[in-house]
Protein backbone atom coordinates (compact mmCIF):
# COMPACT_ATOMS: atom_id res chain seq x y z
CA UNK A 1 0.00 0.00 0.00
CA UNK A 2 0.99 3.87 -0.23
CA UNK A 3 1.48 5.66 2.95
CA UNK A 4 0.97 9.08 3.61
CA UNK A 5 2.18 10.10 7.16
CA UNK A 6 1.50 13.51 8.27
CA UNK A 7 3.83 15.37 10.54
CA UNK A 8 7.32 16.55 11.32
CA UNK A 9 8.13 15.35 15.09
CA UNK A 10 10.04 13.08 16.82
CA UNK A 11 7.14 10.96 17.18
CA UNK A 12 6.73 11.27 13.04
CA UNK A 13 9.96 10.04 12.70
CA UNK A 14 9.50 7.06 14.83
CA UNK A 15 6.08 6.19 12.81
CA UNK A 16 8.06 6.46 9.75
CA UNK A 17 11.58 4.19 11.01
CA UNK A 18 8.60 1.29 11.97
CA UNK A 19 6.38 2.01 8.87
CA UNK A 20 9.43 2.00 6.38
CA UNK A 21 10.05 -1.02 7.91
CA UNK A 22 6.70 -2.97 7.03
CA UNK A 23 6.15 -5.77 4.18
CA UNK A 24 2.77 -4.00 3.50
CA UNK A 25 4.49 -0.53 2.60
CA UNK A 26 5.24 -0.17 -0.87
CA UNK A 27 5.69 3.42 -0.85
CA UNK A 28 5.93 5.81 2.01
CA UNK A 29 5.17 9.43 1.79
CA UNK A 30 5.72 11.90 4.28
CA UNK A 31 4.22 15.87 4.72
CA UNK A 32 5.97 18.07 5.72
CA UNK A 33 8.56 15.74 7.39
CA UNK A 34 11.94 16.84 8.44
CA UNK A 35 15.54 15.38 7.67
CA UNK A 36 15.35 12.17 9.84
CA UNK A 37 12.03 11.25 7.95
CA UNK A 38 13.92 11.63 4.82
CA UNK A 39 16.15 8.56 5.14
CA UNK A 40 13.17 6.63 5.55
CA UNK A 41 10.40 7.89 3.02
CA UNK A 42 10.31 7.12 -0.58
CA UNK A 43 9.21 11.01 -1.03
CA UNK A 44 9.17 14.13 1.09
CA UNK A 45 6.04 16.70 0.27
CA UNK A 46 6.29 20.18 1.56
CA UNK A 47 2.55 20.88 3.22
CA UNK A 48 0.81 23.33 5.04
CA UNK A 49 -0.81 20.91 7.39
CA UNK A 50 -2.98 23.82 8.60
CA UNK A 51 -4.43 23.20 4.90
CA UNK A 52 -6.96 20.72 4.86
CA UNK A 53 -7.75 21.14 0.97
CA UNK A 54 -4.56 20.85 0.06
CA UNK A 55 -3.60 17.80 2.69
CA UNK A 56 -6.84 15.96 0.58
CA UNK A 57 -5.25 16.57 -2.86
CA UNK A 58 -1.87 15.61 -1.65
CA UNK A 59 -3.53 12.18 -0.35
CA UNK A 60 -5.08 11.88 -3.44
CA UNK A 61 -2.49 12.90 -6.24
CA UNK A 62 -0.40 10.46 -4.03
CA UNK A 63 -3.53 7.64 -4.95
CA UNK A 64 -2.41 6.70 -0.73
CA UNK A 65 -4.45 3.78 0.75
CA UNK A 66 -3.53 5.38 4.01
CA UNK A 67 -3.48 8.61 5.46
CA UNK A 68 -1.67 8.54 9.13
CA UNK A 69 -2.04 11.66 11.11
CA UNK A 70 1.18 12.47 13.86
CA UNK A 71 -0.70 15.57 15.31
CA UNK A 72 -3.89 16.77 16.83
CA UNK A 73 -4.55 19.51 15.24
CA UNK A 74 -5.37 18.10 11.61
CA UNK A 75 -7.90 16.11 13.33
CA UNK A 76 -9.86 18.54 15.54
CA UNK A 77 -9.99 20.44 12.15
CA UNK A 78 -11.74 17.86 10.49
CA UNK A 79 -8.98 15.92 8.42
CA UNK A 80 -10.51 12.71 8.68
CA UNK A 81 -13.88 13.88 7.91
CA UNK A 82 -12.78 15.28 4.75
CA UNK A 83 -10.45 12.19 3.95
CA UNK A 84 -13.38 9.95 4.27
CA UNK A 85 -15.62 11.78 2.39
CA UNK A 86 -12.68 11.18 -0.87
CA UNK A 87 -13.13 7.62 0.14
CA UNK A 88 -9.62 7.51 1.49
CA UNK A 89 -8.63 6.31 5.02
CA UNK A 90 -7.38 7.28 7.42
CA UNK A 91 -5.62 6.82 11.14
CA UNK A 92 -7.27 9.60 12.73
CA UNK A 93 -10.68 10.06 14.61
CA UNK A 94 -12.89 12.68 12.56
CA UNK A 95 -13.64 15.79 14.32
CA UNK A 96 -16.46 14.96 16.37
CA UNK A 97 -14.40 12.45 18.28
CA UNK A 98 -11.16 14.51 18.45
CA UNK A 99 -12.78 16.54 20.61
CA UNK A 100 -11.72 14.07 23.10
CA UNK A 101 -8.26 16.36 22.88
CA UNK A 102 -10.06 19.50 22.07
CA UNK A 103 -12.18 19.93 24.68
CA UNK A 104 -11.08 19.50 28.28
CA UNK A 105 -15.15 20.16 28.96
CA UNK A 106 -16.30 17.47 26.14
CA UNK A 107 -14.03 14.87 27.86
CA UNK A 108 -15.58 15.52 31.11
CA UNK A 109 -19.16 15.54 30.49
CA UNK A 110 -18.46 11.98 28.65
CA UNK A 111 -17.29 10.74 31.74
CA UNK A 112 -20.16 11.86 33.19
CA UNK A 113 -22.17 9.82 30.83
CA UNK A 114 -20.49 6.81 30.85
CA UNK A 115 -19.67 6.45 34.65
CA UNK A 116 -15.82 7.42 33.68
CA UNK A 117 -13.55 7.39 36.84
CA UNK A 118 -11.64 10.74 36.44
CA UNK A 119 -11.27 14.10 38.91
CA UNK A 120 -14.67 15.11 40.08
CA UNK A 121 -15.01 19.05 38.64
CA UNK A 122 -16.71 21.93 37.66
CA UNK A 123 -17.42 24.05 34.47
CA UNK A 124 -16.71 28.17 35.09
CA UNK A 125 -17.31 30.72 33.05
CA UNK A 126 -16.44 33.96 35.20
CA UNK A 127 -13.94 34.24 37.80
CA UNK A 128 -16.71 34.56 40.26
CA UNK A 129 -18.11 30.92 39.67
CA UNK A 130 -14.62 29.50 38.92
CA UNK A 131 -13.59 31.18 42.71
CA UNK A 132 -16.42 28.92 44.07
CA UNK A 133 -15.23 26.37 42.71
CA UNK A 134 -11.98 26.66 43.82
CA UNK A 135 -13.46 26.88 47.44
CA UNK A 136 -15.35 24.03 47.02
CA UNK A 137 -12.68 21.85 46.36
CA UNK A 138 -9.78 23.24 48.65
CA UNK A 139 -6.16 23.35 47.44
CA UNK A 140 -4.27 21.44 46.39
CA UNK A 141 -6.65 22.21 42.79
CA UNK A 142 -6.09 21.81 38.96
CA UNK A 143 -7.37 24.49 36.68
CA UNK A 144 -7.37 24.41 32.88
CA UNK A 145 -8.41 26.70 30.07
CA UNK A 146 -10.96 24.40 28.07
CA UNK A 147 -9.71 23.62 24.56
CA UNK A 148 -6.28 23.29 22.47
CA UNK A 149 -3.62 24.53 24.79
CA UNK A 150 -0.47 22.45 23.97
CA UNK A 151 0.14 21.30 27.32
CA UNK A 152 0.48 25.08 28.76
CA UNK A 153 -3.44 25.51 30.01
CA UNK A 154 -3.02 23.84 32.99
CA UNK A 155 -2.42 24.58 36.17
CA UNK A 156 -1.68 22.89 39.69
CA UNK A 157 -2.25 25.17 42.39
CA UNK A 158 -1.02 24.29 45.95
CA UNK A 159 -1.91 27.32 47.85
CA UNK A 160 -5.49 29.30 47.55
CA UNK A 161 -3.21 32.57 46.36
CA UNK A 162 -2.17 30.51 43.57
CA UNK A 163 -5.46 29.99 42.44
CA UNK A 164 -6.94 32.72 42.20
CA UNK A 165 -4.34 34.26 40.18
CA UNK A 166 -4.50 31.52 38.04
CA UNK A 167 -8.45 32.22 37.42
CA UNK A 168 -7.91 35.80 37.45
CA UNK A 169 -5.32 35.49 34.57
CA UNK A 170 -7.84 33.55 32.98
CA UNK A 171 -10.77 36.25 33.21
CA UNK A 172 -14.04 34.69 32.93
CA UNK A 173 -12.72 32.18 29.97
CA UNK A 174 -14.57 28.61 30.02
CA UNK A 175 -12.39 26.59 32.66
CA UNK A 176 -12.35 22.82 33.84
CA UNK A 177 -11.83 23.63 37.81
CA UNK A 178 -10.67 20.14 38.77
CA UNK A 179 -10.32 18.27 42.43
CA UNK A 180 -6.25 17.55 42.72
CA UNK A 181 -5.87 13.66 42.40
CA UNK A 182 -3.11 11.57 44.62
CA UNK A 183 -0.85 9.15 42.58
CA UNK A 184 1.86 8.45 39.89
CA UNK A 185 1.22 8.94 36.25
CA UNK A 186 0.93 6.72 33.36
CA UNK A 187 -0.09 7.22 29.98
CA UNK A 188 -1.88 3.98 28.35
CA UNK A 189 -2.17 3.74 24.39
CA UNK A 190 -4.80 1.50 22.73
CA UNK A 191 -5.95 0.95 18.93
CA UNK A 192 -9.70 1.41 18.18
CA UNK A 193 -11.05 1.14 14.87
CA UNK A 194 -14.58 2.48 15.76
CA UNK A 195 -15.92 -0.76 17.58
CA UNK A 196 -12.93 -3.18 18.85
CA UNK A 197 -10.57 -1.85 20.95
CA UNK A 198 -7.02 -3.57 22.05
CA UNK A 199 -4.32 -2.14 24.48
CA UNK A 200 -1.14 -1.22 22.54
CA UNK A 201 1.49 -0.38 25.18
CA UNK A 202 2.21 1.69 28.30
CA UNK A 203 4.77 4.60 28.26
CA UNK A 204 5.86 6.97 31.17
CA UNK A 205 6.91 10.97 29.95
CA UNK A 206 8.91 13.67 31.90
CA UNK A 207 7.00 16.76 31.42
CA UNK A 208 9.13 19.29 33.16
CA UNK A 209 12.43 20.44 31.88
CA UNK A 210 14.40 20.18 34.88
CA UNK A 211 15.89 17.04 36.04
CA UNK A 212 14.15 15.53 39.06
CA UNK A 213 10.93 16.57 37.52
CA UNK A 214 11.27 20.73 38.57
CA UNK A 215 10.51 24.07 36.17
CA UNK A 216 8.58 24.49 33.56
CA UNK A 217 6.30 22.19 31.59
CA UNK A 218 7.91 20.87 27.81
CA UNK A 219 6.13 18.95 25.34
CA UNK A 220 8.18 15.85 27.26
CA UNK A 221 11.91 15.78 27.98
CA UNK A 222 12.36 11.97 27.89
CA UNK A 223 9.61 8.37 27.76
CA UNK A 224 10.04 5.14 28.31
CA UNK A 225 8.13 2.01 27.60
CA UNK A 226 6.75 -0.54 28.86
CA UNK A 227 5.92 1.86 32.43
CA UNK A 228 6.01 -0.82 34.64
CA UNK A 229 3.80 1.16 37.14
CA UNK A 230 0.82 0.63 35.11
CA UNK A 231 0.86 -3.33 36.03
CA UNK A 232 -1.25 -6.15 33.59
CA UNK A 233 -3.62 -5.86 36.29
CA UNK A 234 -4.18 -2.06 36.29
CA UNK A 235 -3.82 -1.78 32.37
CA UNK A 236 -6.59 -4.55 32.26
CA UNK A 237 -8.56 -2.13 34.65
CA UNK A 238 -7.93 0.62 32.82
CA UNK A 239 -9.10 -0.73 29.36
CA UNK A 240 -12.24 -2.04 31.21
CA UNK A 241 -13.39 0.98 33.14
CA UNK A 242 -11.94 3.85 30.80
CA UNK A 243 -11.00 2.75 27.42
CA UNK A 244 -13.61 0.67 26.25
CA UNK A 245 -16.12 2.29 27.80
CA UNK A 246 -14.97 5.83 26.14
CA UNK A 247 -14.91 3.71 22.47
CA UNK A 248 -18.86 2.56 22.97
CA UNK A 249 -20.06 5.84 23.73
CA UNK A 250 -18.32 7.35 21.11
CA UNK A 251 -19.62 4.99 18.43
CA UNK A 252 -23.39 5.39 20.29
CA UNK A 253 -23.08 8.81 19.45
CA UNK A 254 -22.27 8.05 15.91
CA UNK A 255 -18.39 9.67 16.25
CA UNK A 256 -16.89 5.92 16.02
CA UNK A 257 -13.38 6.56 17.22
CA UNK A 258 -10.35 5.49 14.71
CA UNK A 259 -7.28 5.93 15.70
CA UNK A 260 -4.85 5.44 18.54
CA UNK A 261 -6.29 6.60 22.14
CA UNK A 262 -3.65 8.11 24.24
CA UNK A 263 -5.21 7.92 27.97
CA UNK A 264 -3.45 9.80 30.56
CA UNK A 265 -3.92 8.40 33.71
CA UNK A 266 -3.09 8.99 37.91
CA UNK A 267 -2.92 5.47 39.71
CA UNK A 268 -5.16 6.31 42.86
CA UNK A 269 -5.13 4.59 45.61
CA UNK A 270 -8.76 3.59 44.39
CA UNK A 271 -7.25 2.55 40.96
CA UNK A 272 -6.97 4.23 37.44
CA UNK A 273 -8.74 7.55 37.20
CA UNK A 274 -8.99 9.65 33.66
CA UNK A 275 -6.52 13.08 33.52
CA UNK A 276 -7.12 13.69 29.96
CA UNK A 277 -7.32 12.37 26.81
CA UNK A 278 -5.03 12.82 23.45
CA UNK A 279 -6.54 11.63 19.85
CA UNK A 280 -2.62 10.84 18.91
CA UNK A 281 0.33 9.09 19.99
CA UNK A 282 2.34 11.03 22.80
CA UNK A 283 5.30 12.86 21.34
CA UNK A 284 8.20 10.87 22.99
CA UNK A 285 6.68 8.46 23.63
CA UNK A 286 5.94 7.25 20.65
CA UNK A 287 9.51 7.00 20.15
CA UNK A 288 9.55 4.53 23.26
CA UNK A 289 6.85 2.20 21.77
CA UNK A 290 7.56 2.15 18.08
CA UNK A 291 10.87 0.34 18.73
CA UNK A 292 8.78 -2.64 20.97
CA UNK A 293 6.50 -3.28 17.94
CA UNK A 294 7.68 -6.59 16.35
CA UNK A 295 4.34 -7.03 13.66
CA UNK A 296 3.31 -5.59 10.52
CA UNK A 297 2.11 -2.07 12.05
CA UNK A 298 1.13 -0.38 8.09
CA UNK A 299 -1.12 -3.42 8.09
CA UNK A 300 -2.26 -2.89 11.88
CA UNK A 301 -2.72 0.76 11.46
CA UNK A 302 -4.69 0.55 8.24
CA UNK A 303 -7.43 -2.12 9.90
CA UNK A 304 -8.02 0.36 12.33
CA UNK A 305 -8.73 3.18 9.69
CA UNK A 306 -11.10 0.70 7.87
CA UNK A 307 -12.95 -0.61 11.19
CA UNK A 308 -11.11 -4.44 10.36
CA UNK A 309 -9.46 -4.54 13.73
CA UNK A 310 -10.76 -7.41 15.34
CA UNK A 311 -9.80 -9.46 11.77
CA UNK A 312 -6.31 -8.33 12.01
CA UNK A 313 -3.49 -10.12 13.37
CA UNK A 314 -2.76 -8.69 16.95
CA UNK A 315 0.24 -6.95 16.82
CA UNK A 316 3.27 -8.46 18.73
CA UNK A 317 5.21 -6.68 21.41
CA UNK A 318 9.10 -7.36 22.01
CA UNK A 319 9.85 -8.13 25.47
CA UNK A 320 12.45 -5.07 25.54
CA UNK A 321 12.82 -1.80 27.45
CA UNK A 322 12.80 1.45 25.46
CA UNK A 323 14.02 4.86 26.60
CA UNK A 324 14.03 7.69 24.74
CA UNK A 325 16.22 11.01 25.51
CA UNK A 326 15.12 14.49 24.26
CA UNK A 327 17.89 16.84 23.37
CA UNK A 328 16.44 20.43 23.25
CA UNK A 329 17.54 23.26 22.32
CA UNK A 330 18.95 25.90 25.04
CA UNK A 331 16.51 28.02 26.02
CA UNK A 332 13.22 25.83 25.64
CA UNK A 333 10.70 25.81 26.36
CA UNK A 334 10.91 29.29 26.86
CA UNK A 335 13.00 30.98 23.51
CA UNK A 336 14.82 28.06 22.25
CA UNK A 337 18.02 28.95 20.04
CA UNK A 338 18.15 27.71 16.59
CA UNK A 339 21.00 27.12 14.28
CA UNK A 340 23.03 25.68 16.13
CA UNK A 341 25.14 22.48 14.04
CA UNK A 342 24.35 19.02 15.10
CA UNK A 343 26.73 16.31 14.50
CA UNK A 344 27.66 12.71 15.73
CA UNK A 345 23.87 10.61 14.87
CA UNK A 346 25.81 8.40 13.04
CA UNK A 347 28.33 7.64 15.96
CA UNK A 348 25.70 7.90 18.72
CA UNK A 349 23.86 5.19 16.34
CA UNK A 350 27.28 3.02 15.68
CA UNK A 351 26.70 2.27 19.56
CA UNK A 352 23.57 0.22 18.97
CA UNK A 353 20.85 3.30 19.44
CA UNK A 354 18.57 5.08 16.93
CA UNK A 355 18.36 9.35 16.70
CA UNK A 356 14.80 10.27 16.16
CA UNK A 357 14.40 14.23 14.39
CA UNK A 358 12.32 16.36 15.70
CA UNK A 359 13.42 20.53 15.22
CA UNK A 360 16.33 19.58 12.33
CA UNK A 361 16.94 21.63 9.48
CA UNK A 362 19.42 21.35 6.70
CA UNK A 363 21.54 24.58 6.58
CA UNK A 364 22.48 25.39 2.90
CA UNK A 365 25.61 23.63 2.74
CA UNK A 366 23.87 20.09 3.70
CA UNK A 367 25.17 20.06 7.54
CA UNK A 368 22.27 19.46 10.19
CA UNK A 369 21.21 22.38 12.17
CA UNK A 370 19.03 22.70 15.20
CA UNK A 371 15.53 24.72 14.09
CA UNK A 372 13.19 23.89 17.26
CA UNK A 373 12.76 23.85 20.62
CA UNK A 374 13.15 19.64 21.36
CA UNK A 375 15.52 18.51 18.11
CA UNK A 376 16.57 15.23 19.04
CA UNK A 377 15.27 11.95 20.72
CA UNK A 378 18.44 9.30 21.12
CA UNK A 379 16.47 6.02 21.61
CA UNK A 380 17.73 3.01 23.16
CA UNK A 381 16.33 -0.70 23.68
CA UNK A 382 17.37 -3.20 26.45
CA UNK A 383 16.65 -6.10 28.42
CA UNK A 384 15.80 -3.84 31.43
CA UNK A 385 15.06 -0.31 31.84
CA UNK A 386 18.42 0.60 32.99
CA UNK A 387 19.98 -1.62 30.10
CA UNK A 388 17.95 1.07 28.16
CA UNK A 389 19.16 3.91 29.99
CA UNK A 390 22.87 2.51 29.45
CA UNK A 391 22.47 2.62 26.05
CA UNK A 392 20.23 5.80 25.35
CA UNK A 393 23.40 7.75 27.61
CA UNK A 394 26.14 6.33 25.82
CA UNK A 395 24.51 7.05 22.36
CA UNK A 396 23.66 10.92 23.21
CA UNK A 397 27.67 11.46 24.70
CA UNK A 398 28.36 10.77 21.42
CA UNK A 399 26.02 13.69 20.05
CA UNK A 400 27.83 17.17 19.33
CA UNK A 401 25.66 19.61 20.01
CA UNK A 402 26.80 22.56 21.94
CA UNK A 403 23.55 24.39 21.97
CA UNK A 404 21.80 21.70 23.20
CA UNK A 405 21.30 20.02 26.53
CA UNK A 406 19.31 16.69 28.06
CA UNK A 407 17.95 15.83 31.04
CA UNK A 408 20.27 12.90 32.78
CA UNK A 409 17.46 11.27 35.23
CA UNK A 410 15.21 10.14 32.54
CA UNK A 411 13.59 6.90 34.27
CA UNK A 412 14.41 8.10 37.82
CA UNK A 413 11.00 6.89 39.12
CA UNK A 414 10.94 3.46 37.91
CA UNK A 415 15.17 2.86 38.55
CA UNK A 416 14.68 4.15 41.90
CA UNK A 417 11.68 2.02 42.74
CA UNK A 418 13.84 -0.92 41.23
CA UNK A 419 16.80 -0.01 43.98
P1 LIG B 1 -3.60 17.72 31.31
O1 LIG B 1 -3.26 18.71 30.23
O2 LIG B 1 -5.06 17.64 31.62
O3 LIG B 1 -2.96 16.39 31.07
O4 LIG B 1 -2.84 18.23 32.62
C1 LIG B 1 -1.44 18.44 32.61
C2 LIG B 1 -0.83 17.86 33.87
O5 LIG B 1 -1.44 18.44 35.03
C3 LIG B 1 -1.05 16.36 34.02
O6 LIG B 1 -0.11 15.62 33.33
C4 LIG B 1 -0.94 16.20 35.52
O7 LIG B 1 0.41 16.18 35.91
C5 LIG B 1 -1.55 17.47 36.05
N1 LIG B 1 -2.97 17.25 36.38
C6 LIG B 1 -4.02 17.45 35.56
N2 LIG B 1 -5.17 17.17 36.18
C7 LIG B 1 -4.86 16.77 37.43
C8 LIG B 1 -5.63 16.36 38.57
N3 LIG B 1 -6.96 16.33 38.56
N4 LIG B 1 -4.95 16.02 39.70
C9 LIG B 1 -3.60 16.08 39.74
N5 LIG B 1 -2.83 16.47 38.71
C10 LIG B 1 -3.44 16.82 37.56
N1 LIG C 1 4.38 13.73 25.88
C1 LIG C 1 3.11 14.28 26.12
C2 LIG C 1 2.26 14.41 24.94
O1 LIG C 1 2.57 13.97 23.85
O2 LIG C 1 1.18 14.98 25.07
Aim: proline share 5%.
Amino acid sequence: MKILLLGSGGREDALAWRLSQCGSCAELHVAPGNPGMARWADEVHALDLGDTAATVRLAQGIGADLVVVGPEAPLVAGLADALEEKGIACFGPGKGAAMLEGSKSFTKRLCDAAGIPTAAYRETASVEAALAAIDAFGVPVVIKADGLAAGKGVTVATTREEAEAAVRAAGDAPLVIEQFLEGEEASLFALCDGETVQFLASAQDHKRVGEGDTGPNTGGMGAYSPAPVLTDDLARRAMLEIVTPTAAWLAAQGMPYRGVLYAGLMLTPEGPKLIEYNVRFGDPECQAIMPRIAGDLAATLRAVAEGRLAEADPLALEEAHVMTVVVAAKGYPARAASGGAIEGIEAAEAEGAIVFQAGTARAEDGTLVASGGRVLNVTAAGASLADARAGAYAALDRIEFGDGFARRDIGWRELERDG
